[in-house]
């Protein structure tokens, strides 16, 4: 066994500089030899180009997105640089840290700041180094193999979440649908019934904007903004939902038995890229029929969603969670008791709107 | 030391808390537990955010809750000291909140009082717990058996 990395004297932020120059000129230098695929999107109303150093990881990396793509013209707002050891054989430089410094979820605390973010997921599987100072991030994935169908279909979810911070944006757990004009946030647990009600929608005059992962606008006017173009169903309930269920040959499957179905193929039209909130459902299935929406406390969908989403990145959460908490002050909260009849959800969310309209 | 007399502090920044609607939600970003307190709870958090000592935090349920000063007293001192095994408070270092605090809320009327209770959830902890960067070598790298060369091209 190796003996531990010697604690290095630099400080955090020049440790995380090395690392992240590094691990940039490494890729520039996999991009020099695979050649470049690059891919601009707007997410949260702001660009962001992925470069890929060759094309191994392009479409585990970008599919998600293809609802938000943009044409590449002019300088983007923000670059997520690429590279994968299998396709490229550059691997990462070396550490800057001790292992007493990685904490929870992979971050490396200690050498993350306002401006500077890092995470290794275990074993030898991907690195994000971000630096707001250089525009950039940078993602070394071990190979194609190592990329899980979740990440698929949520790529570079915690990269997305820590750029979005600077845009006024935070990630929760959530989702979202609703109008131009106005719509509502779903928040709750796992397997409380947000893929299901927001699903729902996709056959009626409502747009989507996400079932589980969503940005959420802290300002004074609280917006949802769309992360993937992709929604999950575990495979039992996928009948439920015949145009979904038609298209399950293309679905991917993830380890916890649910159907993932990239939805700019199916019904790209019903996508939004995001929408103002008006207000924020719990939801409720009731084995009944119809479905109502009555009202709600705000701690009830603040109790739903907050300590989830805060404790999923311990250094991210401290935003999210307050952002949560200021976004919901200003949105009436609603129970959403959904039936049997899935037309009937949107019905009753279409009417809640008109209502606060 | 004189307990009424004791500030007492939000463990930050480990600590964090929102309240809303009478309900206050604290995480505890280093377990990974988290918190709820209702109603007379959520006020005597306040009084803690606001640096406010036990006697003035009394004082404070008092004011919001049909309750006599005793009692008041009692029941801030169990819940301060809860929160102190929770390590979600410390005793605070400093001033006190009579000269450093955030104003303390006006009462609307005096509500019913019921014991605060401190309720705690865990089914986040795993989440942290199984996270696989502690299954790692010492080294302080995603190295698997023999891919040491690798990881430095």
Same mark, same amino acid.
């Given at each position: 066994m190796p003996d531990p990395a010697p604690a290095d004297p630099a400080s955090a932020g020049q440790r995380f500089d090395d690392f992240f120059s590094e691990l940039a000129e490494r890729q520039a230098r996999a991009e020099r030899e695979a050649g470049t695929t690059l891919r601009r999107f707007r997410i949260a109303g702001r660009t962001v180009d992925i470069r890929f $150093?060759?094309?191994?990881?392009v479409g585990l990396m970008s599919d998600a997105f293809a609802h938000l793509a943009v044409p $590449? /013209?002019?300088? $983007?707002d923000f670059t997520f640089r690429v590279f994968d050891e299998?396709? @490229?054989?550059l691997g990462p430089p070396r550490?800057?840290?001790?292992?007493?410094?990685q904490y929870s979820h992979g971050e490396v605390s200690s050498l993350i700041d306002s401006q500077r973010y890092l995470q290794v997921i275990q074993p030898r599987r991907l690195v994000i180094a971000a630096s707001a100072g250089a525009g950039e991030a940078v993602v070394w994935v071990s190979?194609?193999?190592?990329?899980k169908p979740w990440e698929h279909a949520a790529p570079l979810l915690t990269l997305v979440n820590w750029w979005a911070n600077s845009g006024g944006y935070v990630y929760v757990h959530a989702g979202a649908v609703g109008r131009r004009e106005g719509g509502v946030l779903i928040l709750g647990?796992?397997?409380?019934g947000k893929s299901h009600t927001a699903l729902a929608?996709?056959?009626?005059?409502l747009l989507y904007v996400s079932d589980d992962h969503c940005l959420l606008g802290t300002g004074a006017r609280p917006k949802a903004a769309s992360m993937y173009a992709t929604g999950k169903l575990f495979t039992h309930d996928a009948p439920k939902f015949p145009f979904l269920d038609a298209r399950r040959d293309r679905a991917i499957e993830t380890h916890e038995g649910k159907l993932v179905f990239f939805l700019n193929d199916i019904?790209?039209?019903?996508?939004?890229p995001g929408l103002p909130l008006k207000a924020v459902l719990i939801p409720n299935p009731t084995g009944r029929r119809e479905t109502e929406i009555v009202a709600a406390p705000r701690s009830a969908a603040f109790f739903a969603t907050a300590p989830v989403t805060a404790l999923r990145w311990p250094s991210l959460g401290r935003a999210a969670f307050t952002g949560i908490a200021s976004a919901l002050k200003r949105l009436p909260s609603y129970r959403i008791n959904t039936? @049997?009849?899935?037309?009937g959800i949107p019905q009753a969310i279409g009417a809640l709107l008109d209502r606060l309209a | 030391m004189d307990t009424q007399a004791a500030v007492f502090e939000v463990n930050e920044p480990m600590v964090i808390s929102e309240t809303i609607d009478g309900e206050t939600v604290i995480i505890n970003l280093e377990y990974g537990t988290y918190y709820s307190l209702k109603q007379v709870g959520a006020i005597i958090w306040t009084g803690i955010q606001a640096r406010r000592n036990v006697s003035d935090i009394a004082g404070l349920v008092q004011a919001h809750f049909d309750v006599e000063a005793g009692r008041a007293a009692a029941e801030v001192a169990e819940l301060v000291r809860q929160l102190s095994e929770e390590q979600?408070?410390?005793?605070?270092?400093? $001033?006190?909140?009579?000269? @450093?605090g955030a104003p303390l809320p006006a009462p609307a009327a005096r509500a019913s009082f019921v014991p605060p209770a401190l309720e705690k959830f865990t089914d986040m902890e795993a989440m942290l717990l199984l996270d696989?960067?502690?299954?790692?070598?010492? /080294?302080?790298?995603?190295?698997?058996?023999?891919k040491d060369g690798q990881a430095n091209a």
């Open positions: $150093a060759g094309p191994a990881m $590449a /013209e002019g300088k $983007a299998e396709s @490229t054989g550490p800057r840290w001790n292992i007493e410094e190979g194609k193999a190592e990329i647990r796992s397997g409380a929608c996709l056959r009626s005059d019904c790209p039209d019903r996508l939004a039936g @049997t009849d899935l037309r | 979600l408070v410390r005793p605070a270092s400093g $001033a006190a909140g009579g000269e @450093t696989p960067v502690h299954d790692v070598d010492e /080294e302080g790298w995603p190295h698997l058996p023999g």
